[in-house]
């Protein structure tokens, strides 16, 4: 929310400098194309996507021999400790979450290259400096998000996968 406001404020400010220079190309399409290009768009989702999958896939074992799944996320009644959602429906939750994650991603590459086509005309002597702090938030915030997303379901595949050889259903 706080950046939704620090964008709309930064707009308000950029607004007569549009109305000055008539010859501008428009950013639309450039902001479009850079966050289309830029892999901190789309890493997040694709990591946490795969973790959770591999999480997800190597919990079926264990289902299958009666356990219950511990993540409310993917139960049936929204409880941990409880019966999981069928194979298909918990796949189809975590390509909705890597979805969302994705739009989270987006939403915020999107405000950073406006903000920085913003300043950029506004202070041209420090573009350099305004395009490496943007590059550094969008690969801090893609690099937290990634972990903070994907780091728990890494863990819990490899105990599952340890777990599962260990009682002898792999």
């Given at each position: 929310?706080?950046?939704?406001?620090?964008?709309?404020?930064?707009?308000?400010?950029?607004?007569?400098?549009?109305?000055?220079?008539?010859?501008?190309?428009?950013?639309?399409?450039?902001?479009?194309?850079?966050?289309?290009?830029?892999?901190?768009?789309?890493?997040?989702?694709?990591?946490?996507?795969?973790?959770?999958?591999?999480?997800?896939?190597?919990?079926?074992?264990?289902?299958?021999?009666?356990?219950?799944?511990?993540?409310?996320?993917?139960?049936?009644?929204?409880?941990?400790?409880?019966?999981?959602?069928?194979?298909?429906e918990?796949?189809?939750?975590?390509?909705?979450?890597?979805?969302?994650n994705?739009?989270?991603?987006?939403?915020?590459?999107?405000?950073?290259?406006?903000?920085?086509?913003?300043?950029?005309?506004?202070?041209?002597?420090?573009?350099?400096?305004?395009?490496?702090?943007?590059?550094?938030?969008?690969?801090?915030?893609a690099?937290?998000?990634?972990?903070?997303?994907?780091?728990?379901?890494?863990?819990?595949?490899?105990?599952?996968?340890?777990?599962?050889?260990?009682?002898?259903?792999?």
């Amino acid at each position: 929310m706080k950046r939704m406001i620090a964008v709309a404020l930064l707009l308000l400010v950029a607004i007569p400098a549009f109305a000055q220079d008539p010859d501008r190309a428009p950013i639309v399409p450039g902001v479009i194309k850079d966050v289309l290009l830029d892999p901190t768009t789309y890493v997040p989702a694709l990591v946490s996507w795969k973790a959770t999958r591999l999480d997800w896939d190597s919990s079926q074992v264990f289902f299958r021999n009666g356990s219950f799944e511990q993540n409310p996320h993917f139960t049936l009644s929204g409880i941990g400790s409880t019966p999981p959602l069928a194979y298909g429906e918990g796949n189809r939750q975590i390509l909705m979450d890597a979805i969302g994650n994705l739009q989270m991603s987006a939403i915020n590459n999107v405000s950073m290259r406006l903000v920085e086509r913003l300043l950029i005309p506004r202070h041209p002597t420090h573009s350099k400096l305004i395009r490496t702090i943007g590059w550094v938030e969008r690969s801090a915030l893609a690099s937290y998000l990634t972990y903070e997303m994907s780091a728990g379901h890494f863990r819990q595949w490899q105990q599952n996968d340890r777990q599962a050889r260990e009682l002898g259903y792999r």
